[in-house]
Every structure is written in structure tokens, then in C-alpha cells.
């Protein structure tokens, strides 16, 4: 197992993409996919891409982010990616709709964003949690459920 206890850089770093961009080619750069919510633990146990098992221990200052480099040498590296979120969209039918599912959203404490008149609702546990929770809105003719762009 791998003890990882800093972040060495950021995969952007003018230097350290360099140094990627070559390992890469003798397929020696390994990546740790980890959900939005891993990224603010110091202390979880992963396993890369290619199956090395890593034990992260970071400092409580220190937070993960999607391009963290924690391991580089002439032997390999390992970054982090981040899983692509996935979020649910809602259309309000008007504006006293969105003032509800606004204030629905928020007394849930649900993560959401705003685009174009659409309420984006992050997923952070399964899909039909969500769903059903709205589902009186949207039979109700409140809100629409759209489709991701």
C-alpha cells in the first residue's frame, strides 16, 4: 500500500504537466477517480486506476482537488480525477413555482445551481431519493423534469 500525505502540485503546474505529459507515454501515470465528497476527507483508503492500493493521510489544511498531484518521480505519478457530477434538472411552470422549489431545495439543504431559468439539483445519493421527494410537484404540474445539456 501507498502512503500519500501531501499534494505535490497541480497538474496544471507549468512543470509538473511537463513531467506528466512524459510519463504518460510509457503509461505510468495512474489516477485515483474520487467523488466531490472524497475530496474534503483527509484520511480515506483508494485504489488507482491501475490497481495500486494508496492510503491518503493529508494535513486538515490541505483539500483534494481535480488535477492533485500526489505522488511524481521518475517511476510514475498519481493524480486525482474528479467523477463527472451528475445533476437533475427542474423547469418551474412560473415564478411562484421557483419560489417553491427554491425554498423546497434549500429547507432540504440540497446543493443545487442555477442555468437558465432551470434549477439543477446535484445528485449526492441515489436518484429516486430525490424523485420521489418531488414527485407531488412535478404530477402537480409545478415543475418539468429536463433533460441534461
Known sequence: MRTLTNIIGY??????????????YDDRVEYLLLNR?????????VTTDKGTDCAIALDRETNLEDGSVLSLDDDGAIV????QEQWLNFKPRDAAAALELG???????WRVRFIDGVLGVAIEGPEKFYLDRLASHVSSGLIEIV???
Not at 486525482?80 to 467523477?83: E, Q
Open 80 to 83: 486525482v480525477r474528479m467523477k
Open 147 to 149: 433533460a441534461n445539456e
Open 11 to 24: 497538474s496544471t503546474d507549468h512543470d509538473i504537466s511537463g513531467q506528466l505529459h512524459a510519463l504518460s
Open 103 to 109: 425554498y423546497f431545495a434549500g429547507n432540504l439543504h
Open 37 to 45: 465528497e472524497d475530496t474534503h476527507r483527509h484520511r480515506l483508503r
